[in-house]
Every structure is written in C-alpha cells, then in structure tokens.
C-alpha cells in the first residue's frame, strides 16, 4: 500500500535517534513497517525537544493551577487572567542549540518561533525578554578558569554574544515588538554551550483566545505563510536531541533562516483572518513544521487531518514527502477553517501577499493521512503521534563529588578599603551595564515601555485600554544550580518574582524553560529533579503557577554539560501603571532603607563562608565558584515582596532595587548610576564579615528609597508584614561611600565608578569579531 | 484637521503615529493602506516608522512604488503637509520628496536610545509652536539613519534654511559627540523648499507622554495641528 523508495530497517530507525524500544512501538501501532515519511514523523515527534519524554514525569510535580490561570502548559502559551476580560499570553523556549552553529540566524528564529507562539493563540505580541548565557569575553589577568578563556575561545564566544544580540534586533526590531528586558550572564561551561532563551507576551480579549484544537469533520486544513523549503530539517531532533560532537558545524544547513518581515505579514493577517469568525482553530508550524502542526491539532480535537502534499507551497523542487512533512522552514501556520467561508480566509492573505492554501482536511477517523498525488505517504493515529510518545523515568544519581572547588573564601580582615575590588567587580560582564545591548533592540516601540530596559528590576508596560500595566523579569542563576540544583532553582523563581514586585506589580504566575545537559547521564537527571521540586516549591509559595514553557535538554558539547540553568519569567499586574517603581534614586536627601524579609539570624561564620563562595564577587574577585547558594527562606520572601507591593501601591517610596548579583554595594551603585547624578551615603553596621555585608547576595532583600515626610508611612506598611526597614543612608550630591562599622570601606565619585561599569562590555566587544550585519 | 497614516506592509509604528494623533491630541486620524490612492480627504500624511517591505536591500526602495506614494506626491505638490519618520523619511527620499539618502550608521548597529534635537528654523508649519534653538528629547531606533547629501545640496539646505533639526549633546552643542548614527552635518531632519515635507530620524510619536520618557514630541505634531488651522483661517 505504501509507495517507499527506501525500505525502513532497524538500522535506519537508529539513525533517526530511535532506539530499539521506541521502534518497537512504532510496529506495534502502524502493525507493520513504516515508511520512511511515517518513520521521520515518529523520529520528530518522539524527539525529546517534542515528546519531554525524558522530563514529562517530572514536569507533573510542578504548580500549574491558580486562581487567574486560564489555561496551563499544553497549549502554545500560558494565558492569564489580567482583568476587565484582557488576558496576558506569554511563553518561554530556548533556542540554544541552533544559535550555537549560527548565533545570528538561530537567534532570530528563536524569537520569530515564540512570536508565533503568541499570536496563534489570537494574542498581539507586546514585548519580548530575552534569557542569554555565554562563555567568557575577556581574558583573565589572573588567568583564573573561573573567570577569563584562552584568547581563542574569548573570540569565539565574543563573536557568538555579537551575533545573538544581533539576531534578536534583527528579528524583533522589523516586526516591531519591543524588546525590553532580559539578562546576560558569563561562565566557562556556556562557552561551547550558549543559552538563548526567548520570553514572549501577548495581549487578547478573553473571547478572542484561539486554541489549537481542530473541529468539525470536513472542515478544510489550510496552509498559510511562507513556502516549505528543505530548511530546518530535522531541527528538532538531531540539533536540539543530542549532544555537540566536533562536526556540529556541518549541522549548519539544519539552522532555519528568519524572515521577520514575513513574520508581521503573517501576524498581521493572522489577526485579521481570526476576526473575520471562520477560524476553527490554528497553530504555528514551529519545531517539526507540518508533522506537529497537523499531528497536535487534531489529536487535540480527537479528530483525524487529511493532507494532500502537492498542494503545499513549496520553495524548492522535487521535495519529498519526508522532507516535506519535516522541514522547519519559517513563518508558517496551519489552521482549519469553517467550511463555506474559505474564501473570507483567502481575500485576507492575499491583501497581505501570503499564501493560503486548502491543503487537506478535518477528518472523523482519528489518523494523520499524509497523501502525494493521491497516493497514501504516510497513515498514522494522531494521537499516538502528538501523546503517546515514549515517556521515561531515567535514572537518577547525584554526582559523586559535590560540585565546586575544594577551598572555601578567606575573608579580608575588617577595616579593609574594598574600592578596587568594587571597581573590579563592577566591570565584571555579567554586573556591568547592559546598555551596549539594550540600545540595539528597539524597546520602545508600540509606545507602552513604562519602565525600559536598565531603568528598573523588572520591565513595566502600560495598557492601552485599562490603567493596568503588565511587569515582567527572568531570571536564573546557573553557578547556584550547579552547587545546589533545587536551591538554586529555588532563588531563580524568587528573584524573578522579587524583581517584579520591586516594579510595585503584584507576581501573578511564571514560565520556565529548564537548559540542562544530557537526560541519559543520572547526575543530568538527578540536577533536573532536584530543580524541578526547588521550582515547585518556590513557585508554591510565591504564588506564581508555571503556565507553560520548555525543557531544552542535551546542552553539552564534547561531553561537558552547561550549569544546571533553569531560567524563570514571572508575570506580574501593577493596578495602576502610574505607580511603577524603577531602580534609580531620585531626589536629593531621601532616605535609602533596606527592607527585608528574614529575621535577623546568626549564621555562624562558616556557613558565611560557604555562602559568600558561591557569589559572583568570590567568583571575580577570588576565582573561587565553591560552597552553596545563600539559604532561601521562602516565607521571607514573600514576606518582602507583599510589602514591596503594598508600599508601591501606597505611593510611599521612590525608588526599588532588589539585592541580588554583587550584593548590596552593587545594588547600591546601580540605584546611583540610573539617577540624575546622584551618589549614596551609606553607613552599615552588623556582625558578619565586611565583604559578605557588601558583597553578600542572600535574598529576600531590597534598597528602596523614600522621602522624609513617608518614613512614618514605610515603617507602618514594613512592621505590618513583619519586614524590617533599617535606614542606612541618604541620596545625595557627592562622593558615594559605604562605611561598616564605622570604617569607610568603598569611596569614589559616582561618574569613576559609572564608568567602570559602564564601558565593560562594550570594550571586551570592541576588538571581538563581528559578522553577519542584518538590518 | 484630519490625519491620515500610511500603512505599508511592514510599517510598525503606525499604531504609534495613531496613537500619538488620536489617543494624546485628541485629532481625527486614519490608517491609509498603501494599495490604495486614495487619502480619504486627510489634511496631513504621516509616512511612520517600521521597515516597510522589509527593507532587507534598502530601505524605502519598494515602498516608494507603492499606489499610495502617487498620491502622496501629488499632495505635497499641492501644498499637503507630509510627515515623514524614520523609515518614513527614508521613503520619502528615495520618492524624490527629499533629497539625499540614508545610509547605515556609522557604529554599523541598530541604535534604540533617546537623542537631542536642536530646532533650527521654526518657520515652518512643523515648528511654528517650538522655540528656536529649542532642544528636544526624542528617541530614535533604526539601523540606517545615517544622512548623506553631496556638498552642493548640503550648500542648498543650509542656503534655504532647510535644516530643521539638528543632534546635538544634552546641553545643545553640535558636535561630534551629539551625533548618534554619522549623519552629515549632524542633520536629523529635513524639509523641501516649499516647507510642507518634513522627513526626521527620530521618532516624535514616541515622546508624546512623560511617563513614558519624554513628551518633547507634541511641539512638532501641535505645530502642524496650529499651522493647519492658522491657513484655514486665513484664507489665501
């Protein structure tokens, strides 16, 4: 019955990355050999960045109900509730693997594939984060690992930093989001292994979601948007489910290539068409192009799709139907229609000069029927395809040694002048200023940025039609993860809701994309585990359910896995967008107070010392990555952000800036260099060691600052959710010092120290490659 | 007074344009789709931001075949006030509506930042409400915003005071350090001779709210809006 060319054996069925059991499976539900089409569709779709076989078992531990969640992971996007019938779309997913053989182009195509995310679901996107991590771009003097690369590998990475910024500008700034938040951080184990994770928001009417869940037998399956190319075959499975090997390169033609210009065609017409009532259901062709858009839409109606391959728009001849069925090429959608109203569909494409074709359609018996003039290519239950996949409880082991060196931080004796080495970390890239990167994405288009980029914890954009405003942060740190993964994962959700909160938005509920290494390796597993029940919990206890998101695993290159780096968005609602808070101090004389969360505890010195190893200053300034994260006390934190939350409601504080990376002295700073010129005037006092009172990154803290006349007011609100508000200095015209315990221990003017942190990055960059200008 | 905003394909910052002229300034104001000759009896074109074929080769060169472009030019031959920003003035030059061409910043990066503008001449219907020397906080993001005219038509500009926005640092020096993308002569934005095209880089749209940075933007949009209704007045 099957017309094949090439007769499918177990060897082939190997090479496709299925493994003897898998393949199995796949004879037992056709009940005879596939064809090769049908045998790349199982390949695709059972693939590990398809099917979470590896981490489906564990992705049930985590949070996914909450009062305003609408609708939870398995669909496109998470969809929330945000008041007056608007609800906020939003998603993350990681697009490492391909920005690695091709930063610019995998970068790019990265965030085209989150748009599309988005607007399926009848959502206008309004802004984009993007979540980077890259080996190091300058070369250590001390020639610490920790810290600097060899000159090779510092170019490479230099060239692979400048070509996702690039990438991510190039995309996001045609079609017009705004790109308005994000972070970057620098470690040796992203060297051969960048991160690029893409966070996209939308906003819809509630009765204007649209889902991908095919309906009504006979209804007809129309294609849309760019023609099938031979890009991006295979994407899914072989760049994204295995490992780098040092022939990775040769992947490059598995890159697909962005087109944002067709990418606002297509949103734009999408939109339109939507309105006009006839749209059944529609969803992206993103990873494994026509194979899930078909499979997963009707397996999502308990229905069966019937498509004529001829039909396709095809860019190039003599496709195959296994190439055609598994292409990645770009900016295509698929969606079905109300039969009798096509042509409502059509005259909407062709007023934007897109494609749409009837391609096949809705049938009643539940199979995916792949036909190529007529004759059956492939013929396959759906939903054994887009659910049934392999789903595996892997080992799990810890690693035999714990992670991190052997040899824990010496403090500096007390009394030390700490200047320098504030300088030094100031200039780190992963604490300096992130304006080189920000100033090439358009962040401000669409006129809703609040709170730009740089300007406050979290990015705050504005409502049009309502006095709300949406707030958003990611964060992850993967040094944390490393030496404790569920702790670390813990922190990830606590800061990013912590940002959100020092916005004045209330956190409201997350999205996680989960970077690990290789599932098949116990200890890989064991780290995701481990990071999965931190995330619940944290998520638990914050209130902020997971809504979706993506597990991107295999993130090693020659054996050698990234950090753990789960990286968490967290969504928040700020009531009133006039209220936003940003990081930047603000007039001259007010009061800058540390709130926080935790009672006032000990911790013995030893315990400090394990802490303070772990951070970014032990790090940068010692080259040691030892020890564990600083303990979480969850109930502090959300202690800390409900009254950073009440405060800003109030109207009582000036300005929020969360103590994270590079401790208070950096917080400190950053407030400074955001303002008008203004410098801090800080005098601490306590028990712990100078540079873990400086330096030290424990959570569940924040600077705000706060004119005289509202310090009655801030006490109130701080002592009603038992967090404490110790004033320790004032805004003012000046030099900027931090005295501890009554010994001056950071001074300088604030333009010297700007200026370290400032130039940074753009100075490791300047002498880095650059390729690939895209508009 | 009506405003009408052009909309290619690719234009993103239409809805701003919209926005700014319905939402802030309280005026009428429509999209026009560029298929269509039609200019639905506006009194002033907005040609707004974006990339408006995508721009991959250069940018403005298609939109400018666009049916909509016919129109337009016969509106400014008649006198018609025509707002070209950003992508809008790279249209409008490669139209012929202005001379000169943009070329990509000299960093070779897409520039997103808030810049400083100095009004030049302020007798003209886009600047009649702002000061002269005047210096204005307005953002600009593109990648090619970098003027070029040959020196006979920088000559000309400068002759007719044609000029009509200038960068400049904070603090409204015209030098070098001011000049975010390499323009020739720090030029921001131009007119033609007769004073009712003006082509500028930065965006005004985006700077129409406090809140949101900046409202710097009003004085050339409120301009058009007093020039408009003076001329109604007065009749000629």
Known sequence: MLETEIRVTREIAAEHGLSADEYSRVLEILGREPSITELGIFSVMWSEHCSYKSSKVHLKRLPTHGPRVLQGPGENAGVVDIGDGFCAVFKIESHNHPSFVEPFQGAATGVGGILRDIFTMGAFPIAVLDSLRFGPITNDPNNSPAVGAATEEVARNRRLLDGVIRGIGFYGNCFGVPTVGGEVQFEPCYSNNPLVNALALGIAKKENLFFARAQGPGNPVIYVGAKTGRDGIHGASLLASAEFSQESQQKRPNVQVGDPFMEKLLLEACLEAMKTGAVVAIQDMGAAGLTSSSSEMASRGGLGIEIELSRVPQREAHMTPYEIMLSESQERMLLVAERGREDEIFRVFEKWGLDAVEIGRVTDDGRLRILERGNIAAEIPAHAIAEEGPAYKRPIAPPAHPAGGASLINFAPAGTDFTENFRRLLASPTIASKQWIIGQYDHMVRTNTRIVPGAGDAAVLRLKDSRRALALSTDGNGRWCWLNPKVGAMHAVAEAARNVACSGARPVAATNCLNFGNPEKPEAMWQFSEAIDGIAEACGALKVPITGGNVSFYNETLGKAIYPTPVIGVLGILEDSSKALGLAFRNEGDVIILLDGAAAAETPIEGLRREFSSSEYAKTIHGIVAGEPPAIDLTAEKRLQDCLVALATDGVIESAHDVSDGGLAVSLAESCFASDGLAAHVALDGAEPDESALFGERGARAVVSVRTDSLARVAEVAAKYSVSAQSIGKAVRGGFRIEYKGVLCVRGTVQSLHNSWSGALEKALRYGSTTNIGQ | ?236
């Not at chain 2, 000299?106 to 020397?133: H, K, M, W």
């Not at chain 2, 000049?179 to 500028?200: D, H, Q, T, W």
Request: aromatic share 8%; net charge neutral; charged share 20%.
């Open chain 2, 1 to 236: 007074m009506k405003f009408g905003v052009v909309v290619f394909p690719g234009s993103n910052c239409d809805h701003d344009a919209f926005c700014a002229i319905g939402g802030v300034l309280g005026r009428p104001v429509e999209y026009l789709w560029h298929r269509s000759e039609n200019l639905a009896g506006c009194d002033a074109i907005i040609l707004p931001g974006g990339f408006a074929f995508g721009d991959y080769l250069r940018t403005g060169a298609i939109a400018r075949f666009s049916p909509v472009m016919t129109s337009v030019a016969k509106f400014a031959r008649s006198g018609g006030l025509v707002l070209g920003i950003c992508n809008g003035f790279q249209v409008l030059c490669e139209a012929g509506l202005l001379p000169g061409a943009m070329t990509r910043n000299r960093g070779l990066r897409f520039l997103c930042q808030q810049v400083y503008i100095r009004v030049e001449n302020t007798d003209t219907p886009f600047t009649s409400a702002a000061q002269r020397g005047q210096i204005l906080k307005i953002p600009i993001a593109h990648m090619d915003g970098n003027y070029f005219c040959d020196d006979a038509t920088l000559d000309e500009l400068e002759r007719e005071n044609r000029v009509m926005f200038r960068y400049t640092t904070p603090d409204g020096r015209n030098d070098d350090a001011g000049n975010p993308n390499g323009s020739v002569a720090n030029i921001a934005g131009i007119c033609n001779r007769e004073r009712n095209v003006l082509g500028l880089m930065p965006h005004p749209e985006r700077a129409v709210e406090a809140p949101l940075g900046s409202a710097d933007g009003l004085v050339i949009l409120r301009s058009m809006v007093d020039s408009f209704v003076r001329r109604i007045a007065i009749p000629a």
